[in-house]
């Protein structure tokens, strides 16, 4: 059994196509083919079910890509380690991000970081709250960009920073006319909400929220995409709770109108997560340090 067995059996399992998974391997795919056969029959295990649309892994499979995914990320962390002893420069970080968090905090950092350490590679992964932890507990990211609560007790943490939740309400919108700053959240169990789609980590604290307050959610609409849950808003569809970050980036004319929630007045933690006892590479500790002094100087009025 070869490693790089190994890393062809999970890169099948990951796309579920041969094609895509020798394209990705940069080997031709009878040859992709031939070392699986090769594989399987020195395992005497069949690890993959062919169709003629489809390739499913079978239970062996299962297990073989569980302990496979284990060695590689040893191996990789041991390459990691060794580039670090020996002060190289070059490197490779994985860093996973939810969509709203990567898309307001990575324009701040990363230029920073590629300006600090131009010769280290930044592979950017973009997922829900649930996937991202699961990619991280597994090794597939060196770190990434969540909000507290984390489900995985796997996973351990740094505070990036904390922001507050703010009502997006139509322009037109009773609240808004009222020429009030703030809304109690209690007197907004009759009202319609946006919501974000399940997965999505902060569709949980906005439910939280509410069910704190004594009420579910009436919701109207689901998206996947904030920017498009304030667009529903601003057109009258409901209402919705956001975080700090995205009102700050709405400039357009079409825009909801934002109020801040009573006191005490919620709000959300952001953290950098890596898994429990994973080595750390140097560049990940540096990620970690521009991360928190991009923000703090960010933050400053």
């Known amino acids: 059994m070869e490693l790089r067995q190994l890393q062809y059996v ?14 990705k391997l940069h080997i031709a795919q009878p040859s992709l083919s031939q070392q699986l ?24 499979g299962d297990v073989f890509v569980a302990k496979a995914s284990v060695i590689l990320d040893a191996v990789e962390q041991l390459k990691q380690e060794m580039d670090d002893l020996g002060q190289m420069r070059r490197g490779r970080l994985v860093v996973g991000s939810l969509p709203i ?11 920073l970081f590629q300006e600090r350490y131009p010769e280290i590679e930044i ?31 796997s996973l351990t943490w740094e505070p990036l920073i904390e922001e507050e939740i703010k009502l997006a309400v139509p322009p ?10 703030e809304a109690d959240i209690a007197a907004l169990a009759d009202e319609p909400f946006i919501m974000l789609k399940r997965g999505q980590g902060f569709r949980q604290i906005a439910i939280n929220l509410c069910a704190q307050a004594g009420f579910v959610p009436r919701t109207v609409f689901e998206s996947a995409n ?33 109020l801040s929630l009573s006191a005490p007045r919620p709000s959300r933690t952001l953290v950098v997560a890596s ?25 400053q009025p």
């Open 275 to 299: 898994r429990r006892g994973r080595y750390l590479s140097k560049a990940a500790e540096a990620f970690i340090e521009t991360m928190k002094a991009a923000m703090a100087e960010h933050d």
């Open 123 to 153: 592979v950017l992964l973009e997922d829900t709250t649930t996937r991202l932890e699961q990619l991280t507990s597994s090794g597939q990211t060196d770190l990434s960009l969540l909000a507290l609560p984390l489900l995985d007790s």
């Open 226 to 258: 904030i920017e498009t849950v304030q667009s529903l808003v601003a057109a009258g569809m409901g209402i919705a709770f956001v975080p700090m970050m995205v009102t700050r980036a709405a400039r357009s004319t079409l825009a909801p109108v934002y």
């Open 10 to 23: 999970v890169q099948i399992a990951a796309d579920k196509n041969f094609s895509r998974a020798a394209e």
């Open 172 to 181: 037109q919108h009773r609240l808004a006319a009222s020429g009030r700053l």
């Open 101 to 111: 968090t990567g898309s307001h905090i990575l324009p701040i950092v990363l230029p």
């Open 37 to 60: 056969a090769k594989l399987e029959k020195e395992l005497g295990q069949q690890l993959f079910r062919r169709t003629t649309n489809s390739v499913e892994l079978t239970h062996a």
